[in-house]
T-cell receptor, first 113, second 112 residues
Framework: GAGVSQSPSNKVTEKGKDVELRCDPI?????LYWYRQSLGQGLEFLIY????????KSGLPSDRFSAERTGGSVSTLTIQRTQQEDSAVYLC???????????FGPGTRLTVT | GDSVTQMEGPVTLSEEAFLTINCTYT??????LFWYVQYPGEGLQLLLK?????DKGSNKGFEATYRKETTSFHLEKGSVQVSDSAVYFC???????????FGKGMKLTVNP
């Protein structure tokens, strides 16, 4: 079956612009996660959604970052007024929740110039 | 807060060498522990996991045992292959949290 997909695979944007990153989870998975992978910080949790519960936003680095998950499926991560330090690979994962395996997408490489 | 500390490397081994990647954790309660692997050009994928003390996870010749007394989850393989060249991440999930907390990752290169 299809895995987690993310788009775009690469995004280059100018400092100060807004960007939207998309994630399509595995069908039937109730939990969806966003992580960020950067050279300086390694792999960091950003936000996760579980069913109809309020999302856990505790990992979002600033109020320029937001995410939504529509209809319990597709998710969009939005970064407003991008900064150079936002350059990273943004990873999405989905699972059946709890401590079950999280399946990762290929990531979106964001470069802010 | 919860954290994972692992060997960062990079490490280069010859084929058939023995591999150990150390991983220790700090967490309240009883986390589940994972090793994820990222092969060149591919996404992160689960290698093995253990959900309680003394559990041993194993996959593809790799093993790791959940040691509560030393808060460790070291990854081992008796004989590495060129195809094992990848970045290895140790991680934990605490019950009720669901978010993975990762170590910094270790790049392994295996030469023929």
């Amino acid at each position: 079956g299809a895995g987690v997909s993310q788009s775009p695979s690469n995004k280059v944007t100018e400092k100060g612009k807004d960007v939207e990153l998309r994630c399509d989870p595995i069908s039937g998975h109730t939990a969806l996660y966003w992580y960020r992978q950067s050279l300086g910080q390694g792999l960091e949790f950003l936000i996760y959604f579980q069913g109809n519960s309020a999302p856990d936003k505790s990992g979002l680095p600033s109020d320029r970052f937001s995410a939504e998950r529509t209809g319990g499926s597709v998710s969009t991560l939005t970064i407003q007024r991008t900064q150079q330090e936002d350059s990273a690979v943004y990873l999405c994962a989905s699972s059946f929740g709890g401590v079950r395996e999280q399946y990762f997408g290929p990531g979106t490489r964001l470069t802010v110039t | 807060g919860d954290s994972v500390t692992q060997m960062e490397g990079p490490v280069t081994l010859s084929e058939e060498a023995f591999l150990t990647i150390n991983c220790t954790y700090t967490a309240t309660g009883y986390p589940s522990l994972f090793w994820y692997v990222q092969y060149p050009g591919e996404g992160l994928q689960l290698l093995l996991k253990a959900t309680k003390a003394d559990d041993k996870g194993s996959n593809k010749g790799f093993e790791a045992t959940y040691r509560k007394e030393t808060t460790s989850f070291h990854l081992e393989k008796g004989s590495v292959q060129v195809s094992d060249s990848a970045v290895y991440f140790c991680a934990l999930v605490k019950g009720g949290s669901e978010k993975l907390v990762f170590g910094k990752g270790m790049k392994l290169t295996v030469n023929p």
